[in-house]
């Protein structure tokens, strides 16, 4: 049977991503998030540490982590309290040798679960920018192939994007940030156009919902903020959906990263 028809007696699952811009700062917030929902499954960007410097604490909570690490900056990991095998650690299609490190590609529940961060491209001037082109371009080029092998996944992480004007408050961004030039948004639209599903939009199609604030001009206080935080499901994925929303509680902690949790849950 194809991808529609594979979830018949796949578990129920909840699925996560949060951008916690140092995850040695914000171990303290992980897990007290960690212990308040109980995700399945949650993908981190941002860790800004290589694998050795990632905290052990997360085991006593019955969370497996795999780190793909890098100094000081960028880095990805998962925490799963389910089983799961990693399957890659680098965006398939990158030139070899790329050292960002910004993708993880999981197996877990039936499922291929994919954590990304996806360059900002505001830095490095057009060489920068030209790197989060070609690198939406491998995404695209993974998920299409995972749809054509019927494969079923889900893609979750901080994509950079604000896919259309309802995905920022006015004035949170200038009209030439690399968040919302045409060039992306016509990335992402070329990514969801394959046959994906954007979960909180399936579920609040016009609802001012953020996962990003920042730290400057009172953001947070003016409720300023973007989505650029996504979970992208494939066909028989997005079937399941039962839930997703960002977390928005966890941005008025103490010391909180400027991005929140986004949680999807799945029949």
């Known amino acids: 049977m194809g991808e529609t028809h594979r979830h018949a007696t796949a578990p129920p699952v909840k ?3 949060w951008n916690v811009n140092s995850i040695r700062q914000r171990e303290p917030h992980v897990r007290r998030w960690l212990e308040r929902v109980q995700p399945d ?9 290589e694998a050795p410097q990632f ?17 000081s900056y960028n880095g990805v990991a998962v925490l799963a309290r389910i089983p799961f095998e990693v399957k890659h650690t680098a965006l398939p299609g990158l030139p070899e040798g790329d ?12 499922l291929t679960l994919i954590g990304i961060y996806l360059p900002n491209g505001n830095s490095g001037g057009e060489a920068g920018y030209a790197y989060k082109l070609a690198w939406m371009a491998a995404l695209r080029d993974r998920a299409a192939a995972l749809l054509e092998a019927e494969t079923p996944f889900a893609i979750l992480g901080d994509f950079n994007v604000c896919p259309t004007d309802a995905d920022f408050a006015p004035g949170a961004l200038s009209p030439g940030d690399a968040l919302l030039r045409p060039q992306t948004r016509a990335a992402y639209r070329s990514l969801v156009w394959l046959g994906l599903t954007d979960a909180i939009r399936a579920l609040h199609p016009a609802a001012r919902l953020w996962t990003f604030w920042d730290y400057q001009a009172g953001c947070w206080q003016r409720d300023a903020g973007l989505r650029i935080d996504h979970a992208l499901l494939s066909p028989s994925v997005a079937e399941r959906l039962i839930a997703a929303m960002p977390d928005k509680a966890a941005r008025g902690e103490e010391q909180p990263s400027d991005h929140v949790p986004v949680l999807v849950a799945l029949a």
């Open 15 to 17: 699925l996560a991503t």
């Open 41 to 49: 499954v949650l993908f981190l960007q941002e860790i800004k540490c």
């Open 55 to 71: 905290p052990a604490g997360f085991a006593d909570l019955g969370y497996t982590a795999h780190v793909v690490g890098q100094k």
């Open 99 to 110: 050292a960002q490190a910004r993708y993880i590609e999981i197996v877990a529940g039936g």
